[in-house]
Nanobody, 119 residues
Framework: QVQLVESGGGLVQAGGSLRLSCAAS????????MGWYRRPPGKQRELVAT???????GYADSVKGRFTISRDNAKNTMYLQMNSLKPEDTGVYYC?????????????WGQGTQVTVSS
């Protein structure tokens, strides 16, 4: 199974920026549509941004215009550039495949990376 490792989170003031990274081991990454998910405190995990294997992107309304998802298939890495951060962006951020089948290829979810935005 392929492992996913998220990094780049931290504590930032409202209006600040962070860049998250998702590193995937193995060779399947480049063929899989991926997503960034987040779990706000006390809430369910939600999908915030998506990217297909060829780079088409999509965003939740709550982050549109502020977050940018990208990927480097040669490096088996995906990114999430987060600008104009708001306190409601606080949560643990995860990367994984979009479909249940693709998520199964990665096995379990990674540990995620904590993002905390202070007001």
């Amino acid at each position: 199974q392929v492992q996913l490792v998220e990094s780049g989170g931290g504590l930032v003031q409202a209006g600040g920026s962070l860049r998250l990274s998702c590193a995937a081991s193995g060779s399947i990454f480049s063929n899989i549509a991926m997503g960034w998910y987040r779990r706000p405190p006390g809430k369910q995990r939600e999908l915030v941004a998506t990217i297909t294997s060829i780079g088409s992107t999509g965003y939740a309304d709550s982050v549109k215009g502020r977050f940018t998802i990208s990927r480097d298939n040669a490096k088996n890495t995906m990114y999430l550039q987060m600008n104009s951060l708001k306190p409601e962006d606080t949560g643990v951020y995860y990367c994984n495949g979009l479909s249940p089948t693709d998520r199964g290829r990665f096995g379990s979810w990674g540990q995620g990376t904590q993002v905390t935005v202070s007001s």
